[in-house]
């Protein structure tokens, strides 16, 4: 079973715009990851939220946790075409918080 | 700079046979997974590593086995490839259990018919 589902699955914006992307997970974490996949790529670490942190930034990306509602969301501004990718949330909840359980991830695509 | 790589790429396997994929890495990190990836299903956990000589199961072990010879090597085989093997495999490995981020390699595209 997966820990983290993301929503929604696919969205597509316009060069310029924001896009958000949600996911929420069922057991306690210490901490979430988000990661980012281009097509036919592995997956890139983007940022990583401890349970008591509230927010965090990295230059255009936004993370939010909500440990109490079980979720997270991650904000890309002033998207580009170059942000087209799956984006996925990871929690350290597998194998005895030996390894990260993924989410189904969400499919952004950019409009230039 | 080489981080973590895997080999092959791409196979095709017919039912029943077997082969061995390779991941390496070198930033001399003690933890290491095998990822399945499927459409519409995110990433799932095969096996993992928490050292040189140590293996344990992950989420969907079956009809894999993995070995950890040297620390800077993960294998993953298929004894015998069934067509529901047909999957991209990441290979991962960080410093710490899923407290700092995993590296990843570029994927290895499995077809079994």
């Known amino acids: 079973s997966q820990q983290g589902e993301e929503d929604p699955q696919a969205l597509s914006i316009q060069e310029g715009e924001n896009a958000t992307m949600n996911c929420s997970y069922k057991t306690s974490i210490n901490n979430l990851q988000w990661y980012r996949q281009n097509s036919g790529r592995g997956l890139v670490h983007l940022i990583l939220i401890r349970s008591n942190e509230r927010e965090k930034h990295s230059g255009r990306l936004r993370v939010t946790l909500d440990t109490s509602k079980k979720s997270s969301s991650l904000l890309i501004t002033a998207s580009r075409a170059a942000d087209t990718a799956s984006y996925f949330c990871?929690?350290?909840?597998?194998?005895?918080?030996?390894?990260?359980?993924f989410g189904s991830g969400t499919r952004l695509q950019v409009q230039p | 700079n080489a981080g973590v790589t895997q080999t092959p790429k791409f196979r095709v396997l017919k039912t029943g046979q077997s082969m061995t994929l390779l991941c390496a890495q070198d930033m001399n990190h003690e933890y290491m997974y095998w990822y399945r990836q499927d459409p519409g299903m995110g990433l799932r956990l095969i096996h993992y590593s928490v050292g040189e000589g140590t293996t344990a199961k992950g989420e969907v072990p079956d009809g894999y086995n993995v070995s950890r010879l040297k620390k800077q090597n993960f294998l993953l085989g298929l004894e015998s490839a069934a067509p529901s093997q047909t999957s991209v495999y990441f290979c991962a490995s960080s410093y710490l259990p899923a407290d700092t981020e995993a590296f990843f390699g570029q994927g290895t595209r499995l077809t079994v018919v």
């Open positions: 990871a929690t350290d909840a597998g194998a005895g918080r030996r390894a990260l359980t």
